[in-house]
């Protein structure tokens, strides 16, 4: 089946600082998206990728959907303590009734 | 708008019992809804697709006679673990897509079987 490789798979980083994170596939999909999970709770759309080159912001979030499908990135700019969790890229190939591929998630943990 | 309820949070039962999961969309129609399983530290991985008035699709290595999927109305998929062990705790994740695109997640069931 299809697979996305989510980096880096934990950051430790200061409040304030910038952070980065990607998702690469050896397929192509459709849309792209990014979700943070917060521990015992179900994912939470960040941001959704829905056209090659699209470059969204929601905040101090930008995405990108990568030209040739096949990856995205998630940027969060001065990070705060709030911005702690797992953050998953998501894709979806097409299709009325296919569900979401998963990256395995990127561990953010910020330290005052 | 768009809210996926999910009940119940979390469930603890006894091995060789059945569990019965509800996704609700609160406020809108949802004629496809999906089912994720997540292990601890790990990424959320599609068990099945529920359509609403037909058959669930599951996902390969997923046992459909153990995961029955019900989806009798466009609010409502219900998943029930049957003969629930030990190995099936797990957070079980329902997600509803909207018209239009969008994917809703609930807030998960946490499953421990004893």
């Known amino acids: 089946g299809q697979q996305l490789n989510q980096s880096p798979q934990s950051m430790f980083i200061q409040e304030g600082e910038d952070v980065s994170m990607n998702c690469t596939s050896s397929?192509?999909?459709?849309?792209w998206l990014w979700y943070k999970q917060d521990p015992g709770e179900g994912p939470v759309l960040l941001i959704a990728l829905y056209k090659a080159g699209e470059l969204t912001s929601n905040g101090r979030l930008t995405a990108q959907f990568g030209i040739t499908r096949k990856d995205s990135f998630l940027n969060i700019s001065a990070s705060i303590p709030s911005d702690v969790g797992i953050y998953f890229c998501a894709g979806h190939s097409g299709g009325g009734a296919d569900g979401l591929t998963f990256g395995k998630g990127t561990h953010l943990i910020i330290q005052p | 708008g768009a809210v996926v309820s999910q009940h119940p949070s979390w469930v603890i039962c006894k091995s060789g019992t059945s569990v019965k999961i509800e996704c609700r969309s609160l406020?809108?129609?949802?004629?496809?809804m999906f089912w994720y399983r997540q292990f601890p530290k790990q990424s959320l991985m599609l068990m099945a697709t529920s359509n609403e008035g037909s058959k669930a699709t599951y996902e390969q290595g997923v046992e459909k006679d153990k995961f029955l999927i019900n989806h009798a109305s466009l609010t409502l998929s219900t998943l029930t673990v049957t003969s629930a062990h030990p190995e099936d705790s797990s957070f079980y994740i329902c997600s509803a897509k909207r018209t239009g695109g969008g994917y809703t997640f609930g807030s998960g069931t946490r499953l421990t079987v004893v």
């Open positions: 406020d809108f129609q949802a004629t496809t």
């Open positions: 397929s192509i999909f459709n849309t």
